[in-house]
């Protein structure tokens, strides 16, 4: 069974850092693209940024690029994204989807407020 | 490509149909002849669940009384007898014109 569990939100000032972590199980990680998606707290959904099996294809929603960074290791079955220069509209819920965009993890909330 | 459903509310009663609209603003077949077009739902507290791929396949464990159809820019997703468990909000999403993936609004099942 595909599993897709998210961590690492939080609560972070505007202009800060926040590593999201999505550990990957059930299926050969190393072989798929990987997918960040977003939803707000008015509930629309945003695809954040996609990274091939190796990591030699990234792309990035133009409001984030120059701001998040998507990374993976293969070894560890895990799937990164790196959030820096945080403003309050990053504010949301972050989920990790394989390419078919199914199934969803719990997703993890990350909220940037002073 | 700018996803628009229609409507954003829709109040049903329970065991009559329900339908769904999504309008994409460019045609969504890719050049390998499929059209990716996803539905979603959404349960109060829930995550997502995907309902349909590529714009009439239904997912394991979906119930028949779901159906998606339609081509090139005009879908849509029908319920045929919508049950309590429908409630929610229901979301389309194009993955042709990858990596500029892009959702619909959503539009909100509520039980009259």
């Known amino acids: 069974e595909v599993q897709l569990v998210e961590s690492g939100g939080g609560l972070v000032q505007p202009g800060g850092s926040l590593r999201l972590s999505c550990a990957a199980s059930g299926f050969t990680f190393s072989n798929y693209w990987m997918h960040w998606v977003r939803q707000f707290p008015g509930k629309g959904l945003e695809w954040v940024s996609r990274?091939?099996?190796?990591?030699?294809?990234?792309m990035y929603a133009d409001s984030v690029r120059g701001r998040f960074t998507i990374s993976r290791d293969n070894a560890k079955n895990t799937l990164y994204l790196q959030m820096n220069s945080l403003r309050a509209e990053d504010t949301a819920v972050y989920y990790c989807?394989?390419?078919?965009?199914?199934?969803w993890g719990q997703g993890t909330l990350v909220i940037v407020s002073s | 490509v700018v996803m628009t459903q229609s409507p954003l509310s829709l109040p049903v009663t329970l065991g009559q149909p329900a339908s769904i609209s999504c309008r994409s603003s460019q045609s969504l077949v890719y050049t390998d002849g499929n059209t990716y077009l996803y539905w979603f739902h959404q349960r109060p507290g829930q995550s997502p669940r995907r309902l349909i791929y590529?714009?009439?396949n239904r997912d394991s464990g979906v119930p028949d009384r779901f159906s998606g159809s339609g081509s090139g820019t005009d879908f849509t997703l029908k319920i045929s007898r919508v049950e309590a468990e429908d409630v929610g909000v229901y979301y389309c999403m194009q993955g042709t014109h990858w990596p500029l993936y892009t959702f619909g609004q959503g539009t909100k099942l509520e039980i009259k």
């Open positions: 590529k714009v009439s």
């Open positions: 989807l394989p390419p078919t965009f199914d199934p």
């Open positions: 990274i091939n099996n190796d990591g030699s294809s990234i």
